[in-house]
Nanobody, 124 residues
Framework: QVQLVESGGGLVQAGGSLKLSCAASGRSLGTTAMGWFRQAPGKAREFVTAINRAGTSVAYSDSVKGRFTISRDNTNNTMYLQMNSLKPEDTAVYSC?????????????????WGQGTQVTVSS
């Protein structure tokens, strides 16, 4: 089992930046492919970005490409999401997910482990 805990959310003005962290425990982060998802009120969970187990390949949704950067530090069992040029439409609860597979996964159904989520609010 892997336990995931997100941190770093908060309130920021449009155009600002935030960096989210996802800390893993219970199992080495290097054994899981990871992703970030978000869910706004009244909307379905949405894929944001994913990174493979080794950290050598990443994928982004079109809505965040060029603004968000995913990274991972397997030594410290932590994954990150650097969010720049934030927009009000980025407002959501952001959750990290983990899966024991190797590649890149955009479907939340592919993920076995989830954190509790952290709120990101972008004001206009």
């Amino acid at each position: 089992q892997v336990q995931l805990v997100e941190s770093g959310g908060g309130l920021v003005q449009a155009g600002g930046s935030l960096k989210l962290s996802c800390a893993a425990s219970g199992r080495s982060l290097g054994t899981t492919a990871m992703g970030w998802f978000r869910q706004a009120p009244g909307k379905a969970r949405e894929f944001v970005t994913a990174i493979n187990r080794a950290g050598t390949s990443v994928a982004y949704s079109d809505s965040v490409k060029g603004r968000f950067t995913i990274s991972r530090d397997n030594t410290n069992n932590t994954m990150y999401l650097q969010m720049n040029s934030l927009k009000p439409e980025d407002t959501a609860v952001y959750s990290c997910g983990g899966t024991p597979y190797y590649g890149l996964y955009r479907d939340p159904g592919d993920y076995k482990y989830w954190g509790q989520g952290t709120q990101v609010t972008v004001s206009s």
